[in-house]
């Protein structure tokens, strides 16, 4: 089966800290991709940065780093210079190329202290 | 150009009832998902259509199901509700040549009391 763990329910960050989320998945498959979204109170899911799985160089979006582990197949996201904009759910997830279903987290809540 | 937009944003339902939503699609996006969203189990996937045929479906029963018209609109309908029903449905767009980028709409709270 094929599933995505993110085991921080919530987490807390000083404003202007960095922060580390967690996430773990699980498949067979060796070709996909992975994901970082941030959905804020009450608005849209964003995507916040976004990995291919053949690509050993961990991708970054300014603030925003991963730390991607395609032996131990986990995809840690990290969010340098925290801002209160940044308080959100952050959910992690992939998709098999060639396959259009994607696999979410159950997420992580992220408060960011001012 | 104008993002992924849901009707109705909110919903309350009584158990039995049925509902249908619907999602419009970014301009020039063929594929459309959909997913459920509930406290403490993320996001589900329920189904993806293309060209107006369902090409990809989740683990969910067979009161949900959906359609997609010849424009890319999708509506999503759920029969017989159950109070277990209550969540975000969320849908998202993409062109299937850049499939790696789904763009969400804001969603549908579905209430069924």
């Known amino acids: 089966a094929q599933t995505v763990t993110q085991s921080q329910p919530e987490m807390s960050v000083q404003e202007a800290e960095t922060v580390t989320l967690s996430c773990t998945y699980d498949?067979?498959?060796?070709?996909?991709?992975l994901f970082w979204y941030k959905q804020p109170p009450s608005r849209q899911m964003i995507l916040v940065i976004r990995q291919e799985a053949y690509k050993q160089q961990n991708a970054t979006e300014n603030r925003f780093s991963v730390n991607f582990q395609k032996a131990a197949k986990s995809f840690s996201l990290k969010i340098s210079d925290s801002q209160l904009g940044d308080a959100a759910m952050y959910f992690c997830?992939?998709?098999?190329?060639?396959?259009?279903?994607?696999?979410f987290g159950t997420g992580t809540r992220l408060k960011v202290l001012a | 150009k104008a993002g992924v937009t849901q009707t109705p944003r909110y919903l309350i339902k009584t158990r039995g009832q049925q509902v249908t939503l619907s999602c419009s699609p970014i301009s020039g996006h063929r594929s459309v998902s959909w997913y459920q969203q509930t406290p403490g189990q993320g996001l589900q996937f329920l189904f993806e259509y293309f060209s107006e045929t369902q090409r990809n479906k989740g683990n969910f029963p067979g009161r949900f199901s959906g359609r997609q018209f010849s424009n890319s609109r999708s509506e999503m309908n759920v029969s017989t509700l159950e109070l277990g029903d209550s969540a975000l449905y969320l849908c998202?767009?993409?062109?299937?040549?850049?499939?790696?980028?789904?763009?969400f709409g804001p969603g549908t709270r579905l209430t069924v009391t």
């Open positions: 498949t067979s498959e060796s070709d996909y991709y």
């Open positions: 997830a992939f998709k098999i190329i060639g396959t259009y279903k994607y696999i």
């Open positions: 998202a767009s993409s062109n299937r040549d850049r499939d790696y980028e789904q763009y």
